[in-house]
């Protein structure tokens, strides 16, 4: 009877690669299902195998953990075949490949992700608080692309340091990365953290040298919140030297997204955007179009990243569809990458189905946007 128990449970935690997740911590198991598979596919396994040895249930106890196998194990075949149409699509013809790797490897599931040290420089010090950027150095000698780097945390909490294994990779491959902390909701609204980006900006050219940075070729990064900031950045900061954005599962439709706001037992996110803009739609509505990315999108805007799971219940999915639509209504060269099985948050796991596709993507995307 435990055997049957635990499978069924099994079963249930399956079910999250498929469908959206209902509730908080049911997202953060989502999380660890669809991209740590394999501590599941384990545990599966292992009951499986115990199933001889017993007579009540066993048939019954069988069919469901294999059925929670083949969940568990769908995120990997997805990804496998997603990763041979990333490669076809984000293949840059007459142009040598310099990312090595193909998207998507068993083996890499197997492996740690990376860490490397870096060095804390406070980039602007305001009467109320202090602001600082986590530096990590590229390897190559000279001067270098840099990636800005742009936190997420529903706009209220989250820092630098927030999964910084993707920092490493770019590092390694020979970008320049900066990532920034900017002042957070609801002490502080819309444009503050987009007014940051800009200082921090500012600081990055002024230590050029030092910090050995190509300034004509910046890339923001973003992921959720840290995606709202970051493409509103790209799209109306009037700097130069920004080159692209890439979008990581980032709320890009601010009036929509109020209008079909998360299930509350996952997030209130309709108070997570009044905290960040000053209140609610009815009371300041041009605050919500004003935070927007989608209105910003002209014929003059800057290539595109899109990464988003098709699974997540904190941004809606439409969010990417819409400004996906926009770029191509101007033309704008973008590309956005779909994890049919992923939900927000899936590149917590660096070499994960998700964590392998889109740092793939993002590695491929820098390829095509700024000359090392």
């Excluded at 197997?110 to 390897?139: C, E």
Aim: glycine fraction near 6%; include cysteine.
């Amino acid at each position: 009877m435990a055997r049957l128990i635990l499978l069924i449970i099994l079963l249930l935690a399956s079910l999250l690669t498929v469908f959206k997740a209902p509730a908080y911590y049911l997202w953060l198991l989502a999380i660890l299902v669809s991209e740590y598979s394999l501590f599941f596919i384990a545990a599966t396994l292992i009951l499986l195998a115990t199933g001889w040895r017993i007579l009540k249930y066993r048939t019954f106890g069988t069919i469901v953990g294999i059925v929670a196998l083949i969940l568990f194990i769908s995120p990997i075949c997805r990804a496998y075949w997603t990763g041979k149409q990333l490669q076809q699509d984000m293949e840059v013809k007459g142009k040598p490949e310099r990312v090595s790797q193909s998207p998507f490897s068993l083996i890499k599931l197997f492996q740690k992700d990376p860490v490397s040290t870096y060095k804390t420089f406070t980039y602007i010090n305001y009467t109320d608080t202090s602001l600082t950027l986590d530096y990590y150095a590229a390897k190559d000698t000279g001067k270098r692309p840099c990636v800005v780097v742009i936190h997420g945390g529903s706009w209220s909490s989250g820092d630098s340091k927030q999964l910084p294994e993707l920092n490493t990779v770019l590092a390694q491959s020979g970008y320049q990365v900066a990532s920034i902390n900017y002042r957070l909701a609801p002490k502080w609204h819309n444009p503050a953290p987009v007014k940051d980006i800009a200082t921090a900006l500012n600081y990055l050219r002024a230590h050029a040298d030092e910090l050995r940075i190509d300034t004509n070729q910046f890339v923001l990064l973003g992921r959720s919140a840290g995606a709202q900031v970051a493409l509103l950045a790209a799209y109306t900061l009037k700097q130069p030297g920004i080159k692209a954005v890439i979008d990581f599962y980032g709320p890009a439709d601010m009036v929509w997204g109020y209008s079909l706001p998360a299930p509350k037992l996952v997030m209130d996110s309709r108070l997570v955007m009044a905290n960040y803009l000053g209140g609610y739609y009815p009371k300041v509505p041009q605050n919500y179009v004003a935070s927007s990315p989608v209105e910003f999108v002209n014929a003059r805007s800057v290539p595109t990243l899109i990464i988003h799971g098709a699974n997540d219940v904190l941004v809606a999915y439409e969010h990417s569809r819409r400004l996906s639509d926009k770029l191509q209504q101007y033309n704008i060269p973008h590309y956005w990458l779909k994890l049919p099985w992923a939900t927000h948050g899936f590149d917590h796991h660096l070499n994960g189905p998700g964590g392998q596709l889109s740092t793939y993507a993002v590695e491929r995307f820098l390829e095509q946007v700024v000359k090392k």
